[in-house]
């Protein structure tokens, strides 16, 4: 997904910026960067992090940062902030987001602005860069950024650093958040409301979808009006991506987390299959939170049988091959055997995508002495890869456990909207055989999925502004 970070302040804001970064690589493990602005102009330093932490990449490079102003990213995409000479001035620009339409945009720019796009070591072309070419085509910021967030088909938040302060968009639908923060010298804005309280910050207020405004130390300025029509803001942001402490949409994810793990609870309320019981479990670190509900619930006790080892393996360890990821999935977390040895769990994870890690996790337990374990999905299965945050990192549908399984059962991965309509629908006999085949295909004892009606009730957000795209395929 990614994340991005700026602040506008009375003083020098490079350790602002340094911490406020840092605290969302949680979102992403392939790049980091930072630009400030200051007396000497703008100073941008850009690292990989696909093998070490942002804190020991950066550490030595805010010695030499000096600045007022910055803005910064942790991506799992291209490399950035950019900084960028235009007929707009000298700007930097970071983005979230996924352009789907990029070859239409490239040609079209190519063809009537003249433009020219530098290629990236696999021969792509750095979206970042793509929506900075858009935001030159305007006569102004605002109107630049404006013109690349409605021309864009996917998603696209973006923060823009000039010399006459800091910019904000955030995605016209409103998929990904902004959140600006305040003291008495500085504002600040960031995808991830948590990343600034420790930097003396109080929460101000979140930027409507589509809304951009201009952010200097003594003042936050609309200067885009929101858009109010078809909204469409990601739900995995309570499920999944987000830390627990966030807030978006005045919604906190961890309580969200405890009300969708009630939910659950109240599913199995009654299950022969669960009369033994002996503990519920959550799959680290983002199931633990929906299994506190869980055990809440039920009154079931809640125990770690695996525990995460964070002092060398934080998240941002984890390469694209997928031999290599699921070792490392392993390798993360340590078992506790005499917790496990003899027992049946009930074990939450946050949603089921491809499968095998989870499976990999079900097999660790068993072979450390588990007696039974019935998995729960806190979330309804997902049947399409994400196209607008790329939360599935799916390359095609058929990448997920969900799809396969309706593959085998249809006959043929060419699937039809309105058979793929009946599997999401958790009353037929379609969506009970694709759950059954799932259960056989990953060897789990039981497994039950959340109803998207319970999930979005836990949300507590107006349904019609929730994205439920990978789920129901409603975009």
């Known amino acids: 997904m990614g ?9 020098d804001c490079v350790m602002d910026l340094f911490f406020g970064v840092d605290y969302h690589s949680h979102l992403g493990t392939k790049n980091g960067g930072m630009c400030v602005f200051g007396e000497k102009g703008f100073d941008r330093t850009i690292h990989s992090i696909g093998d070490a932490p942002f804190r020991s990449k950066f550490q030595d490079d805010i010695e030499s940062m000096e600045g007022k102003m910055g803005i910064g990213a942790i991506s799992d995409t291209e490399p950035q902030p950019l900084t960028v000479y235009s007929k707009l001035g ?9 352009i789907n339409n990029k070859d239409d945009l490239v040609e079209e720019l190519i063809r009537e602005e003249k433009a020219q796009f530098m290629s990236m070591s696999g021969g792509g072309i750095n979206n970042t860069e ?9 006569d102004s910021l605002p109107e630049g950024l404006r013109y690349a967030q409605q021309k864009v088909e996917g998603s696209l938040t973006m923060l823009a650093l000039a ?3 800091l910019y904000a968009a955030r995605d016209y639908k409103g998929r990904t958040p902004l959140i600006v923060g305040k003291r008495e010298d500085a504002f600040c804005v960031a995808s991830e409301s948590f990343s600034f309280i420790n930097l003396g910050y109080e929460m101000f207020r979140e930027l409507a979808p589509g809304e951009i405004v ?12 929101e858009n109010t029509e078809n909204v469409r803001i990601c739900t995995f942001l309570w499920t999944y991506f987000g830390y627990p402490t966030a807030i978006y949409e005045g919604k906190n994810v961890e309580s969200m987390r405890y009300r969708n793990g009630a939910h659950i609870a109240e599913m199995d309320e009654n299950d022969p299959d669960l009369e033994n019981v002996d503990y519920v479990a959550g799959v680290p670190d983002s199931g633990i939170a929906h299994a506190l509900g869980y055990a809440q619930k ?9 525990i995460k080892y964070t002092p060398t393996w934080p998240r941002s360890f984890m390469p694209p091959n997928q031999k290599a990821r699921s070792l490392i999935a392993k390798m993360k977390l340590v078992p ?13 994870d946050d949603s089921i995508v491809r499968g095998t890690q989870l499976k990999d996790t079900v097999t660790y337990l068993y072979d450390n002495g588990a007696k039974r374990i019935h998995i729960r999905s806190a979330c309804p299965p997902i049947l399409y890869g994400c196209k607008y945050l790329n939360f ?16 085998d059962l249809e006959g043929t991965e060419d699937i039809p909207d309105d058979v793929l309509a009946e599997y999401a629908d958790c009353t037929t006999e379609r969506y009970k055989n694709m759950v059954e085949d799932i259960k056989e295909a990953r060897q789990f004892d039981t497994l039950k999925f959340q109803t998207l009606e319970n999930l979005l009730d836990s949300v507590q957000v107006d349904p019609c502004r929730l994205c439920t795209y990978c789920w129901d395929g409603r975009e």
């Open 392 to 407: 599935s990192r799916s390359v095609s549908d058929m990448e997920l456990i969900s799809r396969r399984v309706i593959a």
């Open 130 to 138: 793509l929506a900075a070419a858009l935001i030159s085509t305007k």
């Open 163 to 165: 010399p006459d302060g």
């Open 214 to 225: 201009k952010i200097t130390p003594d003042s936050v300025e609309t200067v885009m009006p």
């Open 3 to 11: 994340g991005v970070f700026g602040t506008a302040s009375r003083s």
């Open 90 to 98: 000298h700007y930097s620009l970071a983005t979230v987001g996924i």
């Open 298 to 306: 039920s009154h079931i006790p809640y125990a770690r049988p695996l």
């Open 336 to 348: 506790d055997k005499e917790i496990i040895e003899g027992k049946e769990f009930v074990l939450v």
